[in-house]
């Protein structure tokens, strides 16, 4: 008598995010059914909530193994990107020539994405489901389920048949879980270095001598135009405040009065980085501002990116990065096409920890590269010395930024390999570049000190009290 195979397992997918949907329709095209569970009550379907964000072939490609509906999808709402450039005070340092990717916002492609997966019978989704925690023992998942009358009420799974996904974000549940269950899974986080808001010019208006096919990079913001919701073109700027930034400027972009002179402040900020952007700000939205939410986040890091065959950590659960990088969406959207159109549909027996050989090379790299792009230093020199690496670096072709969104971009190359050319450039370039603008740095901050402590004098003789130093 021939015996009976074991069924195919179901896959519980932790996370309603991009990564987590394309997941759910990438194990569907293989046939195999999943369930989604989301913490939140909704999609969130309103660009105000959301930032820009630029979708290469990576995710692209990825998109397409699921469906190359998906693909065009966000090609046709989006908006092809022809460079980023990157400006100081009155002046550009650096074009990084693009024409592969386009620019749209993580809320568009999640919702893209929830639209197609809740149409399809292998998938089934449930929102107000928030992760409690994990027995790893029995292998059993605990939610807390939100109802409509507010209460809560815990919900175990058994998942002993089955698979988990973490796709639940940079603050992952799934990940702490494990890393308190097993002490050889070791995971780091590191803070980002700054905070987040956006500003949104009103729809289908265009900034006076601002290209809508370009990204500009600002000393502390970045413009760009997304696609809203109805399909309407909208410039946003993206302001930081960063660990290192005046005191005045941090406060006023996390706060939360708008007050008539936070108002105007904001208004000033605006056209001291953007001003063809800041020209179309209207009172309204200077006002809003101060309600819309912020985005913060750190940067993840892991030894591993799996338990056994039981449980896989992709996207930001395993490698979250920072927004300058450009490739945290990608990164992620590709982690589930490795995962399963490689690994899980060469041999499911073997899925996880095969994607883990694969992939972890490459996202230890990214990380790398996402570290030293987070690090806000203080001193003048180390400044100075950063942007002539960077300045050197681009003109040293292939730059980084030409491999990761630009003409030379080619999916077949990991970031390892693509990193790996830049660090070697910065192990020669950047003490090069230190040598050169330490001493200018040095100079600028002992003039500074004296003008500081001259202030101090002066107002310490004229009896105006003593001024900050």
């Known amino acids: 008598m021939a015996q009976q195979s074991s069924p195919p397992p179901n896959f519980h997918i932790i996370g309603g995010g991009p990564v987590g949907f394309l997941t759910a329709l990438l194990l569907a095209k293989e046939g195999y059914h999943s ?6 009550t909704h999609i969130p379907d309103v660009s105000e909530d ?11 490609n990825a998109l397409a193994e699921a469906d190359p509906a998906l693909a065009d999808r966000i090609r046709n709402t989006g908006r092809l990107i022809s460079s980023l450039q990157v400006w100081g005070p009155n002046r550009r340092y650096a074009t990084i020539e693009s024409g592969v990717v386009y620019g749209t916002s993580r809320f568009l492609v999640n919702l893209v994405l929830w639209e197609a997966a809740k149409h399809n019978p292998k998938i089934v989704i449930k929102f107000a489901h928030k992760l ?13 389920v939100l ?30 879980e494990l890393q308190n269950y097993d002490q050889t899974f070791l995971a780091n986080t590191t803070p980002w270095s700054y905070t987040f808001r956006v500003l949104f010019a009103p729809p289908n208006v265009n900034p006076q001598d601002l290209d809508p096919s370009v990204h500009y990079i600002f000393r502390g913001a970045y413009t760009a135009v997304i696609t809203n919701k109805d399909n309407q073109p ?16 941090r406060s006023l972009v996390l706060s939360q009065s708008p007050t008539p002179s936070n108002v105007t402040s904001l208004h000033t900020l605006a056209k001291s980085l953007s001003p063809n952007f800041a020209a179309l700000l209207t009172p309204t ?5 101060f309600s819309r939410r912020t985005f913060r986040g750190s940067i993840v890091s892991c030894n591993r990116l799996n338990h056994s065959e039981w449980l896989v950590l992709l996207g930001d659960a395993a490698h979250s990065i920072v927004p300058p990088v ?29 994607y883990n050989s694969i992939r972890l090379k490459d996202l230890n790299a990214l990380t790398e590269y996402a570290l030293y792009q987070n690090t806000g230093p203080k001193f003048r020199g180390e400044v100075i010395a950063r942007r002539m690496f960077m300045i050197v670096e681009s003109s040293w072709k292939p730059n980084i930024g030409e491999m990761l969104f630009g003409p030379k971009l080619d999916v077949r190359k990991g970031y390892e390999e693509i990193i790996g050319r830049w660090r070697r450039k910065k192990r020669f370039i950047l003490p090069i570049c ?14 500074v000190g004296v003008w500081r402590v001259g202030r101090w004098i002066l107002g310490r003789m004229s009896g105006k009290g003593e001024k900050d130093l």
């Open 50 to 60: 959301s930032y820009p964000i630029g979708v290469n072939p990576r995710g692209l």
């Open 234 to 249: 909208q410039w946003t700027c993206v302001l930081s405040a960063r660990h290192n930034d005046p005191p005045q400027k």
């Open 147 to 176: 109802g409509k009358d507010g209460s809560t009420t815990a919900v175990n799974v058994d998942a002993s048949s089955d698979r988990v996904v973490a796709a639940d974000g940079a603050n992952s549940v799934v990940r702490s």
């Open 434 to 447: 230190r040598v050169l603008a330490y001493p200018v740095g040095a100079f600028v901050e002992v003039l």
């Open 35 to 40: 369930t989604v569970y989301e913490r939140t």
């Open 285 to 289: 939205e200077l006002t809003s501002f």
């Open 326 to 354: 450009g490739e945290g969406i990608n990164s992620g959207l590709q982690d589930c096409a490795i995962l399963v159109t490689q690994c899980l549909r060469s041999n499911l027996s073997t899925a996880f920890s095969t």
């Open 132 to 144: 409690k925690g994990i027995d790893f023992a029995s292998k059993r998942l605990t939610f807390d």
